[in-house]
């Protein structure tokens, strides 16, 4: 797919096999650096993202003159390469190429991230979405500085992190998994 600039993207992929794809805590750290080592480089905004024991989830905005896709090729190479390194494996990480969706309207990009943001809950690894360390839901409420994170998009729905919190915890309450049923894999 063919990303067009000034675009919001969701972009997701598993392991191989539905097996992990992080191992310990550093291969988390490690992936999050690549993305801060790489994104201004390739013209890219990470306006959301959520790191799960054997999946991901990205969004992503291709900048003026940016490549989403050279982007995920180079950074996810250097991680498969290094977690092979580490853990003395070889071959592939992933399976296959990450699915790209594109985001064609702000409602349906703050659902996305708000469903990106909830996952680990949803997963049960934690309670709440600010327990998990592996997302940039600390950014998006104001409790965690970081890069990695478009605040023109957060700033332009919420006029504060109070407020981004209310609009992922209302949907808790009410959670609704038909709402939710696009954003999830297609079980191949």
Same mark, same amino acid.
């Given at each position: 797919m063919k990303c067009?600039?000034?675009?919001?993207?969701?972009?997701?992929n598993r392991?191989?096999h539905k097996?992990?794809?992080?191992?310990?805590?550093?291969?988390?750290?490690h992936?999050?650096?690549?993305?801060i080592k790489?994104?201004?480089?390739?013209?890219i905004?990470?306006?959301?993202?959520?790191?799960?024991?054997n999946?991901?989830?990205?969004?992503?905005?291709q900048?003026?003159t =940016?490549?989403? =896709?050279?982007?995920?090729?180079?950074t996810?190479?250097?991680?498969?390469?290094?977690?092979?390194?580490?853990?003395?494996?070889?071959?592939?990480l992933? *399976?296959?190429?990450?699915?790209?969706k594109?985001?064609?309207?702000?409602?349906?990009?703050?659902?996305?991230?708000?469903?990106?943001?909830?996952?680990?809950?949803?997963?049960?690894?934690?309670?709440?979405?600010?327990?998990?360390?592996?997302?940039?839901?600390?950014?998006w409420?104001?409790?965690?500085?970081?890069?990695?994170i478009?605040?023109e998009?957060?700033?332009?729905?919420?006029k504060?992190?109070? *407020?981004?919190?209310?609009?992922v915890n209302?949907?808790?309450?009410?959670?609704?998994?038909?709402n939710?049923?696009?954003?999830l894999?297609?079980e191949?």
């Amino acid at each position: 797919m063919k990303c067009l600039d000034g675009n919001y993207y969701h972009i997701y992929n598993r392991g191989a096999h539905k097996q992990p794809i992080f191992f310990e805590d550093e291969n988390y750290f490690h992936l999050v650096n690549l993305f801060i080592k790489y994104f201004s480089q390739y013209r890219i905004t990470i306006a959301a993202y959520c790191l799960m024991p054997n999946h991901y989830h990205l969004i992503l905005k291709q900048n003026e003159t =940016g490549s989403i =896709g050279s982007f995920l090729k180079t950074t996810f190479n250097a991680y498969t390469q290094a977690v092979n390194t580490r853990f003395g494996l070889s071959g592939t990480l992933f *399976q296959g190429q990450a699915k790209i969706k594109h985001i064609d309207t702000d409602s349906y990009c703050l659902q996305v991230i708000r469903y990106i943001h909830l996952n680990p809950v949803v997963a049960g690894l934690v309670t709440l979405p600010e327990e998990w360390e592996f997302s940039n839901y600390r950014e998006w409420i104001g409790t965690r500085r970081g890069l990695l994170i478009d605040h023109e998009l957060k700033t332009g729905y919420f006029k504060n992190g109070e *407020q981004y919190n209310f609009f992922v915890n209302e949907y808790v309450e009410t959670r609704d998994k038909k709402n939710v049923a696009k954003f999830l894999f297609d079980e191949d």
